[in-house]
């Protein structure tokens, strides 16, 4: 069982930054690989980025790719995503995620309660 506690979302300014971080109990956090998803309003939850259980190996998402960096700090069982040149298209609940390796939802087996991210223009 691995719970898991989003924190640092917030309302920003648009080419701004934010990290948010993903606390987890248990010590099983870096058998799993790690994701991030998002979820706007009247839209369904969508993919930001996943990292491997050590995270070496990382992937993103289109949308954010060159402007948001996923890590994990496993010794702090804590995984980040930080967030730059912010756009109001990022405004989104944002939710981590662990379990396999993938872009879809059905990959995580356990979810965060979600962090709210609001980007003025």
């Known amino acids: 069982q691995v719970q898991l506690v989003e924190s640092g979302g917030g309302l920003v300014q648009a080419g701004g930054s934010l990290r948010l971080s993903c606390a987890a109990s248990g010590r099983t956090f870096s058998s799993y690989a790690m994701g991030w998803f998002r979820q706007a309003p009247g839209k369904e939850r969508e993919f930001v980025a996943v990292c491997s259980g050590s995270g070496g190996t990382t992937y993103l998402a289109d949308s954010v790719k060159g402007r948001f960096t996923i890590s994990r700090d496993n010794a702090k069982n804590t995984g980040y995503l930080q967030m730059n040149s912010l756009k109001p298209e990022d405004t989104a609940v944002y939710y981590c995620?662990?379990?396999?390796w993938g872009v879809g939802e059905k990959s995580y087996r356990y979810w965060g309660q979600g962090t709210q991210v609001t980007v003025s223009s």
């Open positions: 995620a662990v379990g396999s």
